[in-house]
């Protein structure tokens, strides 16, 4: 028989197993929790994989069903955050939360009055305890960590950021989340920040002999026309999987403008699911994190033909993998 000494190893042997295995959850699992479901390849199944940064201008002929009047794709990720739907991030890495009182600084115009951290309380405060949680779902959460009601959270349909009825309390921040209103005065005009950048991975699926463009994060920047020094800045960046999921599911005003045909507009996330988006390549994953603008010695001519000869040579890498 065991005596307590012996009983006692054990179990803390078996405890440290548990936790252990708990630290490595996401390893073991293998797949990626940014990924939408039918986007998820497991690491074992990965034959190829490299990471994309796209520069999308919503002043694009193409890119303008995104940016229809009234039904900007920046204004309806902005009026989520307001309403409490979705949370946003400090990058595109997507692993540290943006606080709300951080996002309405960023999102208010530079040299302006009353945009300060006296509007709005405490650091951090509005998105509640737990506002430093990089759970998947934990965007949008529920009325423990000063959200309102869980149903509030939970879904992007009827509750969806600039639809209808809950355009104006997203405006006024009069919600049932229960976050201070905005000062919506001295804030960029959703219809003036027409830069997107768009980071995904772009994966060869051995298993199904197919290549996936795997959309990580979108993130809005504040174009340099409109900062005083002539600077690009990031109001914020956002989960691919949490703005489909949250905000553009099941929400009609996340509709994709077909100009041509009434009868045929797109949600935002059927839009980019399709491919319907014009971008241009503008960095890679690389062992010294430059852009290939940074790789020519900055902006030029050389850069763009140089971003483009790697798009084709990754369309010419997908077709090997087919002939072969």
């Known amino acids: 028989m065991l005596n307590n000494k012996q009983l ?40 190829y994989k490299r990471t994309l940064w796209y520069r999308m201008d919503l002043r694009e002929k193409q890119n303008r069903p995104f940016f229809a009047n009234s039904n900007e794709i920046t204004k309806i990720i902005i009026d989520a955050v307001k309403a409490g739907i979705i949370r946003p991030f400090e990058n595109d890495s997507l692993k540290e939360r943006m606080s709300y009182e951080k996002f309405i600084k960023n999102l208010t115009i530079k ?4 945009g300060g951290e006296d509007d709005f309380g405490d650091e951090g405060g509005d998105w509640g305890s737990d506002g430093g949680s990089t759970d998947g779902g934990g965007a949008g959460g529920g009325g423990d960590d000063g959200w309102g009601s869980s149903d509030a959270g939970a879904g992007g349909g009827d ?42 991975d772009l994966i060869f699926d051995k298993k199904r002999s197919r290549m996936h463009h795997d959309i990580q994060a979108v993130t809005i920047k504040i174009p340099a026309s409109l900062h005083p020094a002539g ?46 988006f014009s971008a241009h390549l503008y960095k890679f994953e690389n062992w010294d994190n430059t852009e290939i603008a940074e790789m020519y010695g900055g902006e030029g001519k050389a850069a763009i033909l140089a971003a483009q000869q790697l798009e084709f040579e990754l369309i010419d890498f997908e077709q090997d993998f087919w002939e072969n």
Not at 19 to 39: C, T, V, W, Y
Not at 111 to 114: A, L, P, V
Not at 178 to 197: H, K, S, V
């Open 231 to 276: 600077l690009e800045e990031t109001l914020a960046a956002f989960s691919y999987k949490e703005l489909c999921e949250q905000v553009f599911k099941d929400n009609p005003a996340a509709r994709w403008y077909n100009n041509d045909n009434l009868s045929e507009h797109r949600n935002f996330m059927e839009a980019f699911e399709l491919r319907l």
């Open 159 to 200: 509750a969806g950021a600039g639809g209808g009825d809950g355009e104006a309390a997203a405006e006024t921040g009069d919600g049932d989340g229960g976050e201070p209103a905005a000062t919506g005065g001295n804030e960029y005009f959703p219809g003036q920040l027409d830069i997107l950048t768009i980071k995904e």
């Open 111 to 114: 040299g302006s009055e009353g």
């Open 8 to 47: 006692s190893l054990i179990f803390a042997f078996m405890l440290s197993l548990t936790l252990g295995a708990k630290a490595q959850e996401i390893d073991l699992n293998g797949f990626n929790e940014n990924s939408l479901f039918h986007r998820q390849v497991h690491k074992s199944d990965q034959l």
